[in-house]
Nanobody, 125 residues
Framework: QVQLVESGGGLVQAGGSLRLSCAASGRTFSSYAMGWFRQAPGKEREFVAA????????YYADSVKGRFTISRDNAKDTVYLQMNSLKPEDTAVYYC??????????????????WGQGTQVTVSS
């Protein structure tokens, strides 16, 4: 069992930045690939970014590429999502998720085993 707790969400103006954190506990963090997803009101959950177990490979949704950066610190059992140049359309609840096996289906929410409770990000225009 893995427990994930997100933090760092909040209200920010368009063009601003936020850094989300996701702290993991319960199992060896470095054994898990990690992903960030988001869900806006009335919309389905969508993939944002993913990172493999070592942190050497990262993947992004086209909508955030060049603005968001996913990283991890295995010594701190934490994954981060640095979000720059935020837009109102980035407003959503952001979730981190973990999985043991990392493969080409990293953008599919069904492929992840454990999820956090989410943190709200609101970008005002």
């Amino acid at each position: 069992q893995v427990q994930l707790v997100e933090s760092g969400g909040g209200l920010v103006q368009a063009g601003g930045s936020l850094r989300l954190s996701c702290a993991a506990s319960g199992r060896t963090f470095s054994s898990y690939a990690m992903g960030w997803f988001r869900q806006a009101p009335g919309k389905e959950r969508e993939f944002v970014a993913a990172i493999n177990r070592s942190g050497g490979s990262t993947y992004y949704a086209d909508s955030v590429k060049g603005r968001f950066t996913i990283s991890r610190d295995n010594a701190k059992d934490t994954v981060y999502l640095q979000m720059n140049s935020l837009k109102p359309e980035d407003t959503a609840v952001y979730y981190c998720a973990s999985r043991r096996v990392f493969s080409s289906d990293y953008a599919l929410s069904q492929a992840y085993d454990y999820w956090g409770q989410g943190t709200q990000v609101t970008v005002s225009s």
